[in-house]
């Protein structure tokens, strides 16, 4: 696991289209994520309510592999599916589809009881890791804090289990400020820790969150919804007849040149293809 074991870790943000993982790629990222919520938001659906099919996001995902090259990390809600079995079975679609990650939630669709008992979490889990078999990485997931529940020491159970079972990385989204962060980190050392963006309280620079131990930093939908923030505001520029103001961006030029690079990409399967796992080396590439 190079990329999350240096110092340091790295950045991996979240695309939501073709061409925003070009972006990301020709920005210089070492690899990428998709975001459920972009991708849910993109198709007119609401994310963790099951109303993303788990063959859906696996070919979102896979198009970002085959244009970029680079590992790609699924955000894959809570494995798409009622039983460890089903876990175990996206996991297995997801390697087969070349993904490099996989990120499992400890959530259940259910808004009346969004977070699932702690056993079932854990079971899992581990049905996930077993799938895995060393073949991507597992990020291990809990959404306590973003569902409602302030819970410092179930998080910090939680994710503590999710590690004794295998999962290679961490996560719970948006704890409540950097002294929370700083506890998880600690507690669940040393399997790496992701943050998605900062602590609730402060966004943080990335020198801050890599001093605080963390090993890396998505950004969930948070680029998709600064694009669309742009198109709204362009939109308000149409209607009041700023044509100007609501047609300015990159060229469409720009956008041929990135189109034609992931077009220039082998098809998935080839050895180009990177992935974190290298079966010969066991280790993040």
């Known amino acids: 696991m190079a990329l999350h074991t240096r110092d340091g870790g790295l950045v991996m943000p979240n695309a939501w289209d073709g061409l925003s993982a070009l972006m ?42 085959q244009l970029t090259g680079l590992p790609v990390n699924g955000d894959f809600e809570d494995g798409y599916g009622d039983t460890p079995e089903d876990v175990a079975a ?10 490099a990650g996989i990120g499992i939630e400890d959530t259940s669709g259910n808004p009346g009881q969004p977070i699932r008992d702690f056993d079932d979490a854990v079971n899992r889990m581990r049905s996930a890791v077993n ?83 963390v090993k890396r930093i998505s950004v969930g939908p948070a680029l998709y919804t600064h694009a669309m923030g742009a198109v709204e505001q362009a939109a308000k520029a149409l209607v009041a007849g700023d044509l100007a103001s609501a047609t300015t961006g990159i060229s469409f030029g720009r956008v041929s040149e ?16 990177r992935t974190y796992r290298s079966q010969e080396e066991g280790r993040l590439t």
């Open 258 to 273: 990135l189109l034609a690079r992931g077009r220039s990409r082998p098809t998935p399967g080839e050895p180009s293809l």
């Open 24 to 65: 990301l790629a020709d920005a210089g990222f070492e690899a990428i994520a998709t975001s459920s919520a972009a991708l849910a938001a993109t198709l007119g659906r609401s994310d963790g309510r099951h109303e993303v099919t788990h063959g859906e996001h696996l070919e979102h995902a896979r198009l970002f592999g």
């Open 131 to 213: 799938a895995s078999r060393g073949r991507i990485v597992v990020t291990g997931r809990t959404d306590n804090f973003i569902q409602g529940r302030p819970d410092l020491d179930d998080t910090v159970r939680r994710l503590t289990a999710f590690a004794e079972v295998g999962a290679d990385v961490l996560y719970a989204p948006y704890p409540p400020d950097l002294d929370a962060l700083t506890a998880i980190v600690t507690a669940v050392a040393p399997t790496p820790v992701n943050v998605l963006i900062s602590p609730a309280d402060k966004v943080l620079t990335v020198a801050e969150l890599q001093k605080a131990g």
């Open 90 to 99: 996206t996991v297995e679609a997801a390697v087969a589809a070349g993904l």
